[in-house]
């Protein structure tokens, strides 16, 4: 049931302000702290962690790696499953195997996991469906209440894994001591925010699909972005090559100048994902120099943003003014808004891309 929607994937973008709100019910306490599943874990036992997954959920850990390393101080590691999986890495004492998989199914996945069953000291999964293969075969599963997802593309499944992933990474630094009491009530109050700026977010969808009807002429697509702009980056671009078959890349904003401008004419639009915060001057810099080649730049960015470096922009599209570490799930949303009305205005077959499968149970 599409509830109204053309696709399942519009539906599902728009479910978001709704599953997000699950998702935090069901980890955060009344008083502010967060409270796993039992038998939880203690992160004062952990030295670092692995976190492995393939495709978007990957993307849902490079994003993770940031919240941990910065408000938790932990050192992390992230891998495709299809890499790590072959590659037999050496799996330290105190250290923690996170999974993370939409389905639960996919066999890269699982195979990863079961590698380092007797290596690591723990195994944890963030999993939507409770009852799969990787959830039972961790020690601990940590549901992320998205609700059946229908569409091939991942939309509300990411939000909610960087949801779940954040609220660990806070859980982590509390354990640790690492994040001040004020520090962490603020990264809480910023979480409950979410569902009312995922509202607000939402109501720019005209916005986005005039760029998205301007998008739709392009040959290729360029995503930058910086610090944790940077895996949304390369999240955009994925969502826009699978269902608008368009060709997409990310790069971290800092790597242009080391390849990448070289693509740079007037025919290449370049989605800027940017909200006004600390790297926002050095992210603006980077544009600037796609600017000069003629680039196109679709600057997403908040109100702050947009007054200082809106200048000259092929189009821009504002969002809410948010708390810096809850960004990534935010922007999140234009993200699938660009690529969804993208494929719509070519007309692909948005919720079956051709060769894709929801499922990926074999290697
Ligand atoms: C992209 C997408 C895929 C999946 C990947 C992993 O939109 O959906 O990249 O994220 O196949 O699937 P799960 O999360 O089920 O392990």
């Given amino acids: 049931d599409k509830a109204g929607h053309k696709h399942f994937m519009a539906k599902e973008i728009a479910e978001q302000p ?6 935090l019910a069901n980890y955060l306490t009344a008083d502010g702290h967060i409270a796993l599943p039992d ?6 036992a952990i030295d670092r962690l692995t976190l492995v997954a393939c495709g978007t959920a990957y993307y849902a850990c490079l994003t993770a790696k940031y919240w941990f390393e910065q408000i938790a101080r932990i050192p992390v590691e992230v891998d495709v499953a299809s890499e790590f ?21 996919t066999a890269d996945t699982l195979a990863a996991l079961r590698y380092c069953e007797g290596k690591a000291a723990r195994i944890l999964s963030v999993v939507n469906v409770p009852e799969s293969s990787i959830a039972r075969e961790s020690d601990l599963a940590l549901p992320i209440h ?3 997802e229908v569409g091939v593309a991942s939309t509300k499944a990411f939000t909610c894994q960087l949801t779940v992933l954040l609220m660990l990474a806070l859980k982590a630094a509390s354990d640790r001591g690492t994040l001040s009491e004020e520090a962490l009530a603020d990264h809480v ?3 409950r925010s979410l569902p009312a700026l995922m509202t607000t977010a939402l109501e720019q969808n005209k916005a986005m699909q005039n760029t998205a009807r301007r998008l739709s002429e392009a040959r290729d697509v360029l995503f930058l972005g910086r610090g944790l702009m940077y895996p949304l980056a390369l999240e955009g671009a994925l969502k826009l090559k699978e269902i608008s078959y368009i060709h997409a890349e990310a790069y971290a904003s800092g790597e242009l100048k080391h390849g990448p401008i070289a693509l740079i004419d007037k025919h290449v639009p370049v989605v800027v994902m940017a909200p006004r915060d600390t790297l926002f001057d050095k992210t603006v ?5 796609v600017m000069a080649r003629k680039g196109k730049v679709v600057l997403i960015s908040d109100a702050a943003g947009l007054e200082e470096a809106n200048e000259g922009v092929w189009a821009s599209i504002c969002m809410p003014t948010v708390h810096n570490a809850v960004a990534p799930i935010l922007y999140a949303l234009p993200a699938q808004l660009l690529a969804y009305h993208t494929a719509v205005a070519k007309g692909t077959d948005v919720d079956q891309p051709r060769n894709l499968a929801k499922s990926v149970t074999v290697e």
């Fill in 18 to 23: 709704t599953v997000i709100g699950n998702a």
């Fill in 39 to 44: 038998p939880g874990v203690d992160f004062t």
């Fill in 85 to 105: 999986r072959y590659r037999e890495p050496p799996i330290p004492d105190r250290t923690l195997a996170l999974f993370v998989s939409q389905s639960g199914e």
């Fill in 146 to 148: 998205a609700g059946i």
């Fill in 189 to 191: 109050s910023a979480l």
């Fill in 285 to 289: 810099s980077n544009m600037q120099e």
